[in-house]
């Protein structure tokens, strides 16, 4: 028994390393001299909060949309969990997505004339139309910290409270990964920091996360950071004591 339960910690400690997305030498390129990628290879382990810093231009955004399947390469490849995405026909892209991913931009793209909870129930009807998701929407409501808020429109919440309307939308479907490219940019530094410990919490139970910033305090949050500049990773650290919403 005590063997059967050693073997079994030692699978799950092998389960928690593994790479949940594996970049090898992926090219983005419009023109035969312009690249906004240029050989990017990089893992990013299960339970990871990569932070991708950089210069304007520099390639950051273009490789979040890689790795978050909104954007193709010229070449290389790009595995999550095991599928190589660059691979799949867009009906199947799309269905990936839907299924392994959230996203939270620094605009809300909140619909100005639906409730929160509408809102959030979005992401739960492009997944399933039959179902209207509003149960799993409340959930991530509540997670947020706005389960007392379902009934209000955008214009009756305060930045910080859309955004985090945006980020329940970006749960409902329980996703393994969450991209957030610059999620403070519109908020004032209280509520981003506000905002950071909400997302310090969704990573410390377990949720990966990829951010972009250009803010140096938001930038010290997570446990591994990235620096691009033109279309290559120049930089790579792991924090040894990463901030968790501090």
Same mark, same amino acid.
């Not at 990017?40 to 932070?51: A, I, M, P, Y």
């Not at 790795?67 to 026909?89: A, E, H, M, Q």
């Given at each position: 028994m005590k063997k059967a339960i050693e073997w079994a910690n030692e699978a799950k400690r092998a389960v928690e390393q593994r790479p949940i997305i594996t970049v090898h030498d992926v090219v983005k390129k419009y023109s035969e001299s312009v690249f906004a990628l240029?050989? %990017?290879?990089?893992? %990013?382990? +299960?339970?990871?909060?990569?932070? &991708?810093?950089?210069?304007?231009?520099?390639? +950051?955004t273009t490789l979040m949309n890689m790795?978050?399947?909104?954007?193709?390469?010229?070449?290389?490849?790009?595995? %999550?969990?095991?599928? =190589? *995405?660059? +691979?799949?026909?867009e009906q199947e892209l799309t269905k990936f997505r839907r299924e392994r991913f959230g996203y939270i931009f620094q605009q809300f793209h909140l619909v100005p004339y639906l409730s929160a909870l509408e809102n959030a129930m979005?992401?739960?009807y492009f997944k399933n139309k039959k179902s209207n998701g509003q149960d799993n929407a409340a959930k991530a409501l509540e997670t947020v910290g706005l389960g007392h808020r379902l009934g209000h429109v955008p214009g009756q919440l305060s930045g910080g409270e859309q955004q985090r309307v945006a980020i329940a939308r970006a749960l409902v479907n329980k996703p393994e990964i969450l991209f957030? =490219?610059?999620p403070t940019g519109n908020l004032d530094q209280k509520t981003g920091m506000e &905002? !950071?410990?909400?997302?310090?919490?969704?990573?410390?139970?377990?949720?990966? *996360?990829? !951010? *972009?910033?250009?803010?140096? +305090?938001i930038a010290q949050f997570g446990s591994r950071m990235i620096k691009m500049v033109d279309g290559k990773v120049v930089k790579e650290w792991r924090k040894v004591s990463p901030l968790r919403g501090l």
């Open positions: 240029n050989g %990017v290879s990089l893992n %990013v382990k +299960k339970g990871d909060w990569l932070t &991708i810093v950089g210069p304007s231009g520099s390639g +950051k790795l978050g399947g909104l954007d193709r390469p010229t070449s290389g490849s790009l595995v %999550v969990d095991g599928t =190589d *995405i660059t +691979k799949l026909n979005l992401a739960q957030a =490219d610059e &905002i !950071m410990g909400l997302l310090a919490k969704l990573n410390a139970e377990g949720r990966t *996360i990829v !951010m *972009i910033t250009h803010d140096e +305090k």
